[in-house]
C-alpha cells in the first residue's frame, strides 16, 4: 500500500507541469495551448512510464512472499527514483523548444530512467536469487522469463541517454518505446 501511494503521488504530481498558458497582448487561447506542446509530451512519456512502472511493480509483488530489510531499502530507493522523475520530466516540460537547452534535459531524463532501471533490477534480482523472497513454487520460467527483461532495461535506457546526445527526438522516441516494451510481460526462451 505505501509503494501504491507514492507511486500514485508521484504520476499525479505529473500534471502539475503542464500549466494554464496566460494570454498577453491578444494571443488566442489555442496558441497558447499548442505553445506548451513540449509539457504535453514530457506529462505522455512520463505518465505512461510511470504507470508501467507501477504495473510491474505489482507483477513482482505478486511474487514475493517475504520480504527483509534488504528488501525493503531497495523498495525505497526504487520508489525515490519514481519521485524523482518529475523533476526531469519538469526539465523537459521547459526546454524541450530551446534548442540550446533540449540535448541536457533529455540527457537528465533519461538518465534518470537509466537509474531507475538499475533499481527495479537491482530490487528484481536480490528477490529472485536463489528464490530468497519469492515463492518457491513459482514456475522457473515466468522467474527467468522477468530476469530476461529486466537484463534489458539499463542497457535500453542507456541506450535512450546516450541517443540524445544525437538527437533528442530519438532519444524521447526510445524512452516512449521502452514503456511499451515494458507493458508486455516476459517472454523466456525455452
Do not use: C
Not at 9 to 24: F, G
Amino acid at each position: 500500500a505505501f509503494s501504491d501511494g507514492v507511486i500514485a503521488i508521484a504520476i499525479t504530481l505529473l500534471v502539475l507541469e503542464i500549466r494554464v498558458p496566460h494570454l498577453e497582448g491578444g494571443r488566442r487561447l489555442g496558441n497558447g495551448l499548442w505553445d506548451i506542446w513540449p509539457a504535453y509530451l514530457a506529462y505522455i512519456i512520463s505518465f505512461f512510464t510511470i504507470g508501467i512502472m507501477w504495473i510491474n511493480h505489482h507483477r513482482l509483488f505478486r511474487l514475493i512472499k517475504r520480504v527483509d530489510d534488504v528488501f525493503l531499502g531497495l523498495n525505497v530507493l526504487l520508489l525515490m527514483m519514481i519521485t524523482f522523475v518529475n523533476f526531469p520530466t519538469s526539465l523537459l516540460a521547459d526546454h524541450l523548444d530551446n534548442p540550446d537547452e533540449r540535448r541536457t534535459a533529455a540527457l537528465v531524463y533519461s538518465g534518470t530512467f537509466v537509474v531507475t532501471a538499475i533499481a527495479f533490477n537491482g530490487l528484481w534480482r536480490y528477490a529472485s536469487h536463489h528464490n530468497r523472497l519469492i515463492d518457491r513454487k513459482t514456475d522457473l520460467i515466468q522467474v527467468k522469463a522477468i530476469t530476461q527483461q529486466y537484463n534489458y532495461g539499463p542497457l535500453m535506457y542507456l541506450a535512450a541517454f546516450l541517443s540524445a546526445f544525437l538527437s533528442v527526438p530519438l532519444s524521447l522516441a526510445i524512452n516512449f518505446g521502452l514503456a511499451i516494451f515494458f507493458a508486455l510481460p516476459g517472454r523466456a526462451k525455452k
